[in-house]
Structure formats: C-alpha cells, structure tokens
C-alpha cells in the first residue's frame, strides 16, 4: 500500500501595516478611511491635553498670558498644527460618512473616489488657512 501524497497545507499569517502601506495599493477611499481613524486616535490621545490647556487659558489673565507664550513655541505650534489637521480630516469625513449612511446612491465606487477627493481637498484647504493664520500671515 503507497502513502498518499500529502499536500502542504497553505499557512495564513497575519499583515502588518508595513505590508499594507507597501505591498498593497489601497484605493483612495480605504486611503481615507485609514487617515480617518488615525485622525480620530489623535484627537483621542490628545484631548485629556488640549481640555487643560483650554482650562488653564480660562483660569485667569496671568495664566491666559502663559498660554499664549506657550503657544509661541515653532514646536508647539507644529503640535497644533497636526492636532488641527486631525480635527479638520475627522469632521470632513465623518461628514463624508452621514452622506453616505443617508443616501445609498452614494455608496458606489466612483462615488466614494470623488468623495475622497473631496474629503483630502477641503481638510487641505482648511489646514492651509489655519496654518496661515497660526503662523501669522493674517
């Protein structure tokens, strides 16, 4: 009697992100789908930091005057920056994602690249002219 043959058997291993970010050609939706919720991690990690920073510029003029020399600094304003594009990517997409839940027409291939755009486009546009006025060009 002969052995059967055996086969290997295929072996499934996990993805990392260096995989996905290389290997994988994601399209632009699940581009910003990704920015989305790394957006949305920022603005998570950060908020126990930005509510006492806002708490601290509302305790009194002295403290007030403290912030805003804090703010001074190229890199807290960098930080401010990031925190700023994080904001304003997460609420254009999220705004993307209402659309989307109310009206399934847009829930198409092509709708949801030109939604992209249009999410990438506006948050860039927005943190262009924060960027402008943070760093005092108006």
Not at 47 to 66: A, R
Request: proline share 3%.
């Amino acid at each position: 009697m002969t052995e059967a043959v055996k086969k290997p058997r295929p072996e499934y291993r996990n993805i990392g992100i260096g995989q996905i970010l290389t290997a994988y050609r994601l399209p632009l939706a699940g581009r910003v789908s990704i920015l989305h919720r790394v957006s949305g991690a920022l603005l998570f990690l950060f908020l126990p930091f930005l509510l006492y920073l806002f708490d601290q510029s509302l305790t009194s003029e002295i403290s007030f005057e403290f912030f805003k020399a804090f703010l001074a600094n190229i890199v807290v304003k960098l930080i401010t920056l990031v925190l700023a594009w994080a904001f304003l990517f997460h609420f254009c997409a999220g705004i993307r994602h209402l659309v989307m839940d109310t009206n399934h027409n847009a829930v198409s291939k092509e709708s949801g690249k030109r939604t992209s755009v249009v999410v990438l486009v506006v948050s860039s546009i927005l943190t262009l002219a924060f960027a402008l006025k943070l760093f005092g060009a108006f």
